[in-house]
T-cell receptor
Framework: SQKIEQNSEALNIQEGKTATLTCNYT??????LQWYRQDPGRGPVFLLL?????KEKRKERLKVTFDTTLKQSLFHVTASQPADSATYLC????????????FGAGTRLAVHP | ETGVTQSPTHLIKTRGQQVTLRCSSQ?????VSWYQQALGQGPQFIFQ???????GRGNFPPRFSGLQFPNYSSELNVNALELDDSALYLC?????????????FGSGTQLSVL
């Protein structure tokens, strides 16, 4: 079965720096990969989707890359702000049909002033 | 705000009891999925409903069941509750079809089984 690995340790960075989060997966390559943000006590919020034929996707200060050879996605937050502090979840389509996602455990990002 | 609402927000039950959780989808969304999120873990897919029928199921026993209504709202029922069922239960709505893969989550129901 598909497995997803995200850094379990929290990532602490200084405001203004770029945060880079990693998502590695095993087995088959998904048709697309998504990133979500989750704040404590809230549901995940969709951020970006990248397809298998895309190398990179950007949205404002966020950038996602997708390397199907390495089976890895990198999620970058540039010019980070304390408001970016949250848990970031990587999710892959499960192969079972639309919108059936397998989530990683998430990486907590803490941006310090 | 996603427009997906869940109720109740918190619930405490004892082992062996039954529970029903409710979800109101975002307007225009015809698909609803339920996820279970244990503390410190990512959400795990329970099942999905499309046009009032189950459209895929994760690795959960039959005591987890669901319904989708004509207005696309949904229920998750769990029978014979176990301690390990304690988790945040998330409902997500979406529109079926390519180019519509993103999920819109509610804030969840925090279930505690004692």
């Amino acid at each position: 079965s598909q497995k997803i690995e995200q850094n379990s340790e929290a990532l602490n960075i200084q405001e203004g720096k770029t945060a880079t989060l990693t998502c590695n997966y095993t087995n088959y390559s998904p048709a697309y990969l998504q990133w979500y943000r989750q704040d404590p006590g809230r549901g995940p919020v969709f951020l970006l989707l990248i397809r298998e034929n895309e190398k990179e996707k950007r949205k404002e200060r966020l950038k996602v890359t997708f390397d199907t050879t390495l089976k890895q996605s990198l999620f970058h937050v540039t010019a980070s702000q304390p408001a970016d502090s949250a848990t970031y979840l990587c999710a892959l389509e499960s192969g079972g049909g639309y919108n059936k996602l397998i989530f990683g455990a998430g990486t907590r990002l803490a941006v310090h002033p | 705000e996603t427009g997906v609402t869940q109720s109740p927000t918190h619930l405490i039950k004892t082992r062996g009891q039954q529970v029903t959780l409710r979800c109101s989808s975002q307007s225009g969304h015809n698909t609803v999925s339920w996820y279970q999120q244990a503390l410190g873990q990512g959400p795990q897919f329970i099942f999905q409903y499309y046009r009032e029928e189950e459209n895929g199921r994760g690795n959960f026993p039959p005591r987890f069941s669901g319904l989708q209504f004509p207005n696309y709202s949904s229920e998750l029922n769990v029978n014979a509750l176990e301690l390990d069922d304690s988790a945040l239960y998330l409902c997500a709505s979406s529109v079926s079809g390519t180019e519509n893969e993103k999920l819109f989550f509610g804030s969840g129901t925090q279930l505690s089984v004692l």
